[in-house]
C-alpha cells in the first residue's frame, strides 16, 4: 500500500513539472535569456577578401571569426555578419585575383589592396584607377559611422589618403607615411625661440641653447641639448638617402639635376655634425645620460628624427607609450606618402557600401573588435 501511494504521488508529482516544463516554454518570453550566440541566419553576410598573411596567426582561427559575428549583432546591434575570403596570392597574383572578382562580379564588400612587387606603382593608386575601390568622401561626411572614423585619425593621416582628390581608403597597419625629418622642441622650451621666425640651421639651435644655459640653467639638468636621427639629420639638410633607413649612398638635387654627394658634401656633413657636438657641450654643468636614454625618457630640448602620424599627433610626441608635448619647427622635405600599399576599402561593385562602412568603423575604432 505504501508504494502504491508513493508511485501515485511520484506520477503526480511529475505532471506537475511538466505542465511547468510546458507553460514556461509557451509563455511570454520577456524573462527568457537567448543563449544562442551563432549569428542569425537572417542577417547580411559581408564578404572581406583579402591575403590572410596580413591577418597573422589568428587568419584562420573560426573561434574568432564566430565571437566577432556574435559581438557584432549582440553588443553593437548590427544587422550583418562578416565571413572572410582569402585570396592566396600576393603581388600581382593577388591584383589579378582581386581583379577577377570585380570582372566576375563575386560577392565582395570589403577589400584589401595588398603590397606591391618592389618597383612598382602602390597598389593603392593602381585598384583607385582600375575602380575596384567605393569612394568614401560622403559616407565620411554623412554618416555617423564615417565620422567616428574619421575623427579617430588625424587630418595629415587624412590627407595622405587621398587619391586623385578622394578617400578610398585607410591604413590600419603601419602608417608608411612620414616626413623623413622633424625638427621639434620640447614645449617647455618653446618660449625660448620667440625671437627666431624661423630656424633655419643647427647653428641657430647652438645660439638657443646657449642662451637657456644662461637663462634657465637649472630646467637643462641632465639634459641633452638635442637628440639626432643621423638619416633625419641628413634629411633635412637635403641629402636624401637612396634607400630609406640605409646609410652610405645619398644624393641631393641642384636645380632639379639629381646627383650623388661627393667629397666637398662629406665635409659640409662633418662640419654640421661638429656643431650638433657643440650644440650638446653647451650645456657644460649637466649630467647628461645617453642619447637613447634622454630620447627615451623626454630629457632633451632639440630632437632631429623622422615622424608618422602615430607618434607625432596635434603636439603630442609618443614615445613608448608615453606622449611628449612638443612643437614642430621644421619638417623636410613635404610629407612623404608611402601608404599607397596594405590599404582597406570597400570594393567599387558592392551590394553593401553603407553596411561595410559601420563594419570598418567598428573594427577600426572599437578595441574590443579589433583586438580579438
Not at 30 to 42: A, I, L, M, V, Y
Not at 44 to 56: D, E, I, K, Q, S
Not at 131 to 137: E, N
Request: contains cysteine; aromatic residues 10%; charged residues 20%.
Amino acid at each position: 500500500m505504501r508504494k502504491h501511494n508513493s508511485v501515485t504521488t511520484l506520477k503526480r508529482l511529475l505532471c506537475i513539472i511538466s505542465l511547468l516544463a510546458i507553460t514556461l516554454e509557451t509563455g511570454c518570453g520577456g524573462g527568457k535569456r537567448n543563449t544562442d550566440t551563432s549569428p542569425k541566419e537572417d542577417s547580411l553576410t559581408l564578404v572581406w577578401a583579402a591575403n590572410p598573411y596580413y591577418f597573422g596567426a589568428n587568419a584562420f582561427d573560426l573561434q574568432i571569426q564566430e565571437e566577432l559575428n556574435r559581438r557584432l549583432i549582440e553588443d553593437y546591434n548590427c544587422d550583418f555578419q562578416v565571413q572572410f575570403e582569402w585570396l592566396y596570392a600576393d603581388g600581382n597574383e593577388y591584383q589579378t585575383a582581386v581583379a577577377e572578382r570585380y570582372q566576375s562580379r563575386t560577392a565582395t564588400d570589403i577589400l584589401f589592396t595588398g603590397l606591391a612587387n618592389h618597383g612598382q606603382p602602390g597598389t593603392y593608386n593602381s585598384m583607385v584607377r582600375d575602380d575596384l575601390l567605393y569612394p568614401l568622401d560622403d559616407f565620411l561626411t554623412e554618416t555617423e559611422a564615417g565620422q567616428v572614423l574619421y575623427a579617430s585619425f588625424s587630418e595629415m593621416f587624412w590627407q595622405a589618403m587621398r587619391c586623385e582628390g578622394h578617400i578610398y581608403g585607410f591604413r590600419c597597419v603601419d602608417p608608411q607615411m612620414y616626413y623623413d625629418a622633424t625638427l621639434l622642441v620640447r614645449e617647455d622650451y618653446s618660449s625660448a625661440l620667440q625671437q627666431y621666425e624661423e630656424i633655419s640651421s643647427i647653428q641657430d639651435l647652438g645660439d638657443i641653447l646657449e642662451h637657456l644655459s644662461k637663462t634657465s640653467p637649472d630646467s637643462l639638468q641632465d639634459t641633452l641639448g638635442v637628440y639626432v636621427d643621423i638619416d633625419a639629420l641628413c634629411n633635412l639638410e637635403g641629402y636624401i638617402p637612396v634607400i630609406n633607413g640605409y646609410t652610405g649612398l645619398y644624393f641631393t638635387e641642384e636645380n632639379g639635376t639629381v646627383r650623388v654627394i661627393n667629397a666637398a658634401d662629406d665635409a659640409s656633413f662633418l662640419n654640421m655634425w661638429k656643431e650638433i657636438q657643440r650644440c650638446n657641450n653647451v650645456l657644460t654643468d649637466s649630467s647628461v645620460p645617453d642619447a637613447g636614454t634622454a630620447y627615451r625618457s623626454g630629457k632633451y630640448v632639440f630632437a632631429i628624427l623622422p615622424t608618422t602620424p602615430r607618434i607625432l599627433y596635434d603636439d603630442q610626441l609618443l614615445v613608448d607609450t608615453q606622449p611628449i608635448s612638443v612643437k614642430t619647427l621644421r619638417q623636410a622635405p613635404e610629407p612623404l606618402i608611402y601608404a599607397r600599399n596594405a590599404v582597406t576599402g570597400i570594393a567599387s561593385w558592392s551590394e553593401h557600401p553603407k553596411e561595410a562602412m559601420k563594419l570598418l568603423s567598428l573594427i577600426a575604432t572599437q578595441p574590443d573588435l579589433s583586438n580579438l
